[in-house]
């Protein structure tokens, strides 16, 4: 059974980066799309990218400064977060898709990992 463990959030001061991982186990994440989504505090969680399977397709909404990659021999999704702001502030949670298209809504995607907690605070 397909599990994800996302790592690398932390604290970071405003203008920093940050590169978050999303690690697969149990199964291969090579025919899924992969997600990443925010949840600000008492907010809704929101998407914030996506690629597809083969890495054709990425998307990332304007209001992020990221870049998504993948690399299936790794199992393993990045997420890097540049020049943050304090709104970026939540907790970011990748998802495997229901197939192999990139897309951005929560409803496309079934497996999700715990969460790693972003702060960006001076």
């Known amino acids: 059974q397909l599990q994800l463990v996302e790592s690398g959030g932390g604290l970071v001061q405003p203008g920093g980066s940050l590169r978050l991982s999303c690690a697969a186990s149990g199964a291969t994440l090579d025919d899924y799309a992969v997600g990443w989504f925010r949840q600000a505090p008492g907010k809704e969680r929101v998407g914030v990218s996506c690629i597809s399977a083969t890495s054709e397709y990425k998307y990332t909404v304007p209001f992020v400064e990221g870049t998504i990659t993948r690399d299936n021999a790794k199992r393993t999704v990045f997420l890097q977060l540049n020049s943050l702001k304090s709104e970026d502030t939540g907790v970011y949670y990748c998802?495997?898709?229901?197939?192999?298209?990139?897309?951005?809504?929560?409803?496309?995607?079934?497996?999700w990992g715990p969460g790693t907690q972003v702060t960006v605070s001076s």
């Open positions: 998802a495997a898709g229901l197939s192999s298209l990139c897309r951005i809504g929560l409803s496309d995607y079934s497996t």
